[in-house]
Structures are given as structure tokens and as C-alpha cells.
Antibody, heavy 122, light 109 residues
């Protein structure tokens, strides 16, 4: 059974960089059949797509976040990570990592981590 | 930017049929997906490729598409179906841009 688990600081200061890692078990980030993605959800609000990465480091980002986001994969550790720079209070959210089914015209998240709360505050 | 529009809320009595819609200009050209999210939990995909149901999802969940609108139908709604539901798709002019609808709160009366 595939499992994903987010980890990282729960509190980040404004203007600093948010860094999260997703550890995958029961599956491999080296698989060529999937991408690996990040999604966030501000308190009381809806889901927002952040981006995806595949096993060779090909990335796709939400255009509204692209200038501040980096997603990368470490297949040796079976992990992928998110960095979001210059954070503000608007970046306070539950951050989810997920496996992405990525086929011809098919794009969706089939397995999700439980999520981790990140608060931006001084 | 590309938007998907959902009603904020839908209410039904147990045993009735709930229909949740999602509208977007690119939906005739791009597949859509539905996620169920219960409080404090991660979302779960309940419909993929407009109308396919993943293994383990009850048969009462179904999806359909017509023009620029997709519909999630829950037949014989049960109390456990009370949750937020989100549609998701991609922008036809930029398939790397994934979009979620604003979400619909399903209340079982």
C-alpha cells in the first residue's frame, strides 16, 4: 500500500523560505509512470495546486506561484521536496503531497499524504 | 486564469440523490476529476476521467459530462457522504496548469 508523509517546520517567519519533504513508502519515486505533486489548503478554504515533479526532475508549476516555487526529487531517498520563497501570511495552509497519475490527457492525484500545517508568522 | 465553478453548498435528505455541478470552458476538451474531503482528512478521488470510479469507491458515486459542465451524482445518499467535494481539471491552453473548483459542501439533512 502506497503511503506518503509530509515533514518540515510547522512555523515559518515572513519573508523566509518554506521547505517541506514528502517521504514515499510502498512505492518508488523512480517510477516513470507517475509524477509527484504538492497541493495546499488555506484555513477554511479550498484546494490550490502548487506543482508536480517526475523521476528525472521535470517540473510543472502553478503559474501564480511559479516565481517562488521549486519542487525537486531525490530518488535515492525516495523523497520529493517543496521550497516556497518569500512567504507571507497568505501562504499559511495545510500542505499535502500526493502521487500524480500522469498519462495521455489524464492528470489527477490518486494517493495523498495526511497533510502538514504550516503557519507563517513572526 | 482558468476557473472551475461549483455551487457552495448542496443539501439532501438520506436516501435521496445529490447532484453537484462544476462548470468550466475547457471541460469539453479536458478530463475532469472529483475529490471527496471529510473534515481533518486528505482528499480522496471518487471519480476520474469524467465518469470512471476507482476501486473501493461505492457504486452510488457516478460522474457525467455535458458541454462545459460536469456532474457528480450520489444516488441513495448516506450520512457518511457528508463532505466537501472538489472538481479538478486542466487548462486546455496550458495543460500544466491544474485547477480545482472552489468546492461544494454536501449536507445530509
Amino acid at each position: 500500500q502506497l503511503q506518503l508523509q509530509e515533514s518540515g517546520p510547522g512555523l515559518v517567519k515572513p519573508s523566509e523560505t518554506l521547505s517541506l519533504t514528502c517521504t514515499v513508502s510502498g512505492g518508488s519515486t523512480s517510477s516513470s509512470f507517475y509524477y509527484w505533486g504538492w497541493i495546499r489548503q488555506p484555513p477554511g478554504k479550498g484546494l490550490e495546486y502548487i506543482g508536480n515533479v517526475n523521476y528525472i526532475g521535470t517540473t510543472y508549476y502553478n503559474p501564480s506561484l511559479k516565481s517562488r516555487v521549486t519542487i525537486f526529487v531525490d530518488t535515492s531517498k525516495n523523497q520529493f521536496s517543496l521550497k516556497l520563497t518569500s512567504v507571507t501570511a497568505a501562504d499559511t495552509a495545510v500542505y499535502y503531497c500526493a502521487r500524480t497519475v500522469w498519462g495521455r490527457s489524464v492528470r489527477y492525484f490518486d494517493y495523498w499524504g495526511p497533510g502538514t500545517v504550516v503557519t507563517v508568522s513572526s | 486564469s482558468y476557473d472551475l465553478t461549483q455551487p457552495p453548498s448542496v443539501s439532501v435528505s438520506p436516501g435521496q440523490t445529490a447532484k453537484i455541478t462544476c462548470s468550466g470552458d475547457a471541460l469539453p476538451k479536458q478530463f475532469a476529476y472529483w475529490y471527496q474531503q471529510k473534515p481533518g482528512q486528505a482528499p480522496v478521488v471518487v471519480i476520474y476521467k469524467d465518469s470512471e470510479r476507482p476501486s473501493g469507491i461505492p457504486e452510488r458515486f457516478s460522474g457525467s459530462s455535458s458541454g462545459t459542465t460536469i456532474t457528480l451524482t450520489i444516488s441513495g445518499v448516506q450520512a457518511e457522504d457528508e463532505a466537501d467535494y472538489y472538481c479538478q481539471s486542466t487548462d486546455s491552453s496550458d495543460s500544466s496548469n491544474w485547477v480545482f473548483g472552489g468546492g461544494t459542501k454536501l449536507t445530509v439533512l
